[in-house]
């Protein structure tokens, strides 16, 4: 991977909690290729002549580093370079990036000669101290917020080569492990805001404490890497609460005096790094919040339970400020406190899915395209390095949602690069991760279990997508390097197994889907026992156990005999939900929710042949419609994360395409239009742009190898 380089960190801080470091080149081009490569703990960012070049690396399993190599002649002049590396040393437990010692490991090639490496030569190293460490999290599942104090010179160090740089000693640290990035770089271009939405005074009222701090300040109680409220040199979300704004809409960009503040649209929701620049006249405090939506025409920066805001304190000067985080938003307000500025070229750099997109939408159905394209979006900014259940809150790595989200890699580009690292991160996590019982595997990955959970259904959906990943690519070795685990999962949910053989009493979050089906779990989930029949037949057929597949007829055998039943109010045959342990005889309840019937159906426990009066009701009762009819109002509805999706497929299966297009209309149009994105619910109570979400794109496309071949 590398030719010289070696890991290095500055001296004593390798395990320092949110310190920012910097490295710096100062390369004499003559013309020829020149290759840069990077390995870094927790996140780089290339700057050359102060233009962004690279931002890593692709996240790996805990003890493994995935290794950037850039070909970055085109940032070069002739004579003297530049090349900045700041260097985001988070040692932060959470879902987004798993916490290990701070370390960079980079080179410079240039014409198949080794320029610079780190631990060799030609690179010198410093704390940058305008970026404040002692600021709270972000989020529980993220790490930290942005807080700067910068004046002008501050960006010297990365473009001008006579700028002073103090450097600090660096030692080497143990060697990596290190693999292939194993997907494209990215490419970088600003996206600009499209209008301004409001304008006009504010003014810092009183900082008043908060009665109720979200979850990520709980420090102590959470056991959460991070600093105490006493620790904090601010808390952000209190400075921007105690806003008072008033509009007057006699304000416009690019000029904004002192104590006035902008809230600009960019269109849609975007993913990336805030940029901007800025001209003071004098000492100015800027406090940034942004969201997905707008809430009485203002940014509730906490509309889905944390501050999504940064702070930048500037001395007199000209500035071009580019947050080292990527955040998402389709809404930004500004507020200048202090002197006058002039401020432009707002932007977002988006951060998204390298791979090209080939696939296009192609009938003439207007309503669908915008849904399409709506899809899109999802999936760009939802599938980076690897696929993410949001872009915003938690950056993490989720199973369930990966089996819709690799479905649409393929759909959209024809490739399955992503899915393959997200896969292989799996199989090299080690047994002994903190919380995660001996055959289990987390639920999101690359990550740390901060909350202390995991999720057992989530583990049965990635041997569900082993199976179609199998079929979409034919990589043998990623199935064969994962029976171990498998096997290992099967049997870690065999001590479950009652004497029926169904699973019964599973520890820790037993999920099924947003809605109150999430409260039918126990004892027996017939949604689970439904999910784990399939994946013991999914297993089976990648293994060839002939024994699984076996295992898998009778529990569900077991679970149409047990489950199906008449819904007492309306008189109707449904799958009820679960089955609870009485006085040692095992009762099923009449619970019933709309997921669980999809549920059977999607995983083949049911077919519409097998249960016709029950598919015919569900295809004419049921959908997206029954909000306004309330048909069956004991069958609890379903919501977006999983059940309507389960059901849109398997009426794509069932050849009802027509069908689909109608519902998807009448579950999308209306994201499709606030947003230009697919969410997390039905409503916008949470993330407004959600990785699975865009697996509305396969069911707009002709049939492919999307869902993989047998």
């Not at 020829?32 to 990077?38: D, E, L, N, P």
């Not at 991070?226 to 921007?240: A, C, N, P, Q, R």
Request: charged share 25%; net charge negative.
């Amino acid at each position: 991977m590398f030719k010289k380089a070696r890991p290095v960190f500055l001296k004593g801080k390798e395990l320092s909690v949110n310190l920012t470091a910097g490295f710096r080149n100062i390369f004499d081009y003559n013309g020829g290729k020149v290759v840069f490569r990077a390995a870094a703990q927790s996140i780089y960012r290339l700057m050359i002549n102060g233009a962004l070049a690279a931002h890593g690396p692709a996240r790996c399993a805990h003890g493994y580093y995935r290794v950037d190599e850039i070909d970055i002649t085109p940032f070069l002049k002739e004579g003297k370079n530049v090349l900045a590396i700041e260097v985001a040393g988070y040692n932060c437990a959470s879902f987004y990036i798993p916490k290990q010692p701070s370390f960079l490991q980079a080179e410079i090639e240039a014409e198949g000669n080794v320029v610079a490496a780190t631990g060799e030569y030609g690179f010198s190293a410093r704390v940058l101290p305008y970026r404040i460490r002692k600021v709270q999290r972000l989020t529980i599942q993220r790490t930290f917020a942005e807080f700067y104090k910068l004046d002008e010179s501050y960006e010297a160090w990365k473009c001008d080569p006579e700028a002073a740089f103090d450097d600090e000693p660096v030692c080497v640290t143990e060697e990596k492990k290190l693999i292939g990035r194993g997907i494209p770089n990215y490419v970088f271009e600003k996206f600009p805001i499209k209008n301004v939405v409001c304008c006009g005074s504010v003014k810092m009222g009183d900082i008043k404490p908060q009665k109720n701090y979200g979850r990520h300040f709980d420090i102590e109680g959470l056991k959460l890497d991070g600093f105490k409220m006493s620790e904090l040199e601010t808390v952000i979300d209190d400075e921007v609460l105690a806003l008072e704004c008033t509009a007057n809409n006699d304000v416009s960009l690019p000029y904004l005096k002192k104590d006035t503040y902008a809230i600009v649209d960019f269109g849609l929701i975007k993913s990336g790094f805030i940029s901007f620049k800025i001209k003071c006249s004098g000492q100015v405090k800027l406090l940034l919040s942004f969201d997905e939506l707008l809430t009485d025409n203002d940014v509730n920066f906490m509309r889905i339970g944390f501050g999504a805001a940064s702070r930048i304190d500037l001395m007199p000067g000209e500035y071009e400020y580019t947050s080292i985080e990527p955040y998402t938003m389709r809404y930004l307000k500004i507020a200048v406190l202090g002197e006058d500025a002039e401020l432009c070229d707002i932007s977002i750099i988006p951060l998204e899915c390298s791979e090209p997109i080939v696939a296009e939408y192609e009938g003439s159905d207007l309503t669908l395209k915008k849904i399409f394209d709506a899809g899109v979006e999802t999936f760009k900014q939802n599938a980076v390095d690897i696929f993410m259940d949001c872009p915003s809150r938690e950056r993490a790595g989720w199973l369930c949602d990966s089996f819709f989200t690799g479905r649409v890699e393929k759909a959209l580009t024809g490739r399955s690069d992503i899915e393959r690292n997200f896969i292989r991160n799996y199989f090299l996590a080690p047994k002994n991760l903190k919380n995660i019982p001996e055959g289990m595997l987390p639920m999101c990955y690359p990550s740390d279990a901060v909350t202390n959970e995991y999720i057992p259904n989530w583990v049965m959906w990635l041997i569900l997508e082993l199976r179609e990943y199998l079929g979409r690519t034919g990589d043998r070795q990623t199935i064969d390097d994962m029976r171990q685990k498998v096997y290992a999962f099967i049997k870690h949910m065999d001590g479950y197994l009652n004497d029926i053989g169904l699973i019964e009493k599973l520890d820790s979050w037993v999920f099924i889907e947003w809605s109150k089906a999430a409260e039918f779990v126990q004892d027996v989930s017939f949604p689970t026992n439904m999910l784990y029949a399939r994946t013991l037949r999914d297993a089976g057929f990648l293994y060839g156990d002939e024994s699984l597949i076996a295992r898998a007829d009778a529990m569900e055998k077991t679970i149409r005999e047990l489950a199906y039943r008449q819904e007492p109010q309306s008189g109707k045959m449904f799958f009820a939900d679960h089955a609870v342990r009485r006085e040692g005889k095992l009762v099923v309840l009449d619970d019933f929710s709309e997921a669980n019937q999809y549920y059977a159906f999607f995983l083949g426990t049911a077919s519409p042949d097998m249960y016709k009066e029950l598919w015919d009701r569900l295809i004419n009762d049921f959908g997206p419609q029954r909000q306004e009819t309330g048909a069956y109002p004991m069958v609890w509805p379903a919501n977006s994360f999983i059940g309507n999706y389960l059901r849109l497929d398997m009426l794509r299966k069932n050849g009802m395409q027509m069908r689909v297009e109608d519902e998807i209309k009448g579950y999308f149009e209306n994201m499709a239009d606030m947003t230009g994105t697919l969410w997390e619910h039905d409503s916008t109570k949470a993330s407004c742009c959600h990785g699975f979400a865009s697996h509305i794109c396969c069911w707009l496309l002709p049939d492919g190898d999307w869902m993989g071949k047998e």
